[in-house]
T-cell receptor, first 115, second 116 residues
Framework: KAGVTQTPRYLIKTRGQQVTLSCSPI?????VSWYQQTPGQGLQFLFE???????NKGNFPGRFSGRQFSNSRSEMNVSTLELGDSALYLC??????????????FGPGTRLTVL | AQKITQTQPGMFVQEKEAVTLDCTYD???????LFWYKQPSSGEMIFLIY??????QNATEGRYSLNFQKARKSANLVISASQLGDSAMYFC?????????????FGTGTRLQVTL
């Protein structure tokens, strides 16, 4: 069974631009969560999507948005990029939503650098 | 609000020795889950072990065991017979199973280095 895939793996953008990251969950998984990892703030939850609906959102500005498609693939968008958005963005999929225990499988991440 | 504390930024252990990585947590929820993840330099988070707040037995998965002390709010990871491939960052995380608080909260991590 293929794991969680994220594209692109590396991305370089300049301030003010926008970026879209993609995540394909494990086949059959309906929940996708996104996390931001930085040296200063560590791992922080961005949002969770389940069956195309945003179920939960972390404490991030509105510049961060996402969506999930009917095939469970998810995209995350960051508009008006700032230097502080440079981070590793991790996507995780699970069979059910986060309200019940089930293991989350993480992808390799997308490393975003904002210049 | 949930909080995870990992007080060991870095740890060294010799190959074949056991090592304990500390994790304490804070939550007012009665039902929660505790997780440990391993993150090699490649960046991918690898699930290691899970402990539910109502589980009476400590969780074990191969060389990994979780020393769960509910009254002390600690969930330490024990790795037995360390291997060179265990060198990585290790994160403790918690999820509270109540409504909208359904997200993983991570600690700051412990970098483990296994030496010969």
């Amino acid at each position: 069974k293929a794991g969680v895939t994220q594209t692109p793996r590396y991305l370089i953008k300049t301030r003010g631009q926008q970026v879209t990251l993609s995540c394909s969950p494990i086949s059959g998984h309906r929940s996708v969560s996104w996390y931001q990892q930085t040296p200063g703030q560590g791992l922080q939850f961005l949002f969770e999507y389940f069956s195309e609906t945003q179920r939960n959102k972390g404490n991030f500005p509105g510049r961060f948005s996402g969506r999930q498609f009917s095939n469970s693939r998810s995209e995350m968008n960051v508009s008006t990029l700032e230097l502080g958005d440079s981070a590793l963005y991790l996507c995780a999929s699970s069979l059910r939503d986060l309200s019940s225990y089930n293991e989350q499988f993480f992808g390799p991440g997308t490393r975003l650098t904002v210049l | 609000a949930q909080k995870i504390t990992q007080t060991q930024p870095g740890m060294f252990v010799q190959e074949k020795e056991a090592v304990t990585l500390d994790c304490t947590y804070d939550t007012s929820d009665q039902s929660y889950g505790l997780f440990w993840y391993k993150q090699p330099s490649s960046g991918e988070m690898i699930f290691l072990i899970y402990q539910g707040s109502y589980d009476e037995q400590n969780a074990t998965e191969g060389r990994y065991s979780l020393n769960f002390q509910k009254a002390r709010k600690s969930a330490n990871l024990v790795i037995s017979a360390s291997q060179l491939g265990d060198s990585a960052m290790y994160f403790c995380a918690m999820r509270a199973s109540t409504g909208t608080a359904s997200k993983l909260t991570f600690g700051t991590g412990t970098r483990l280095q296994v030496t010969l």
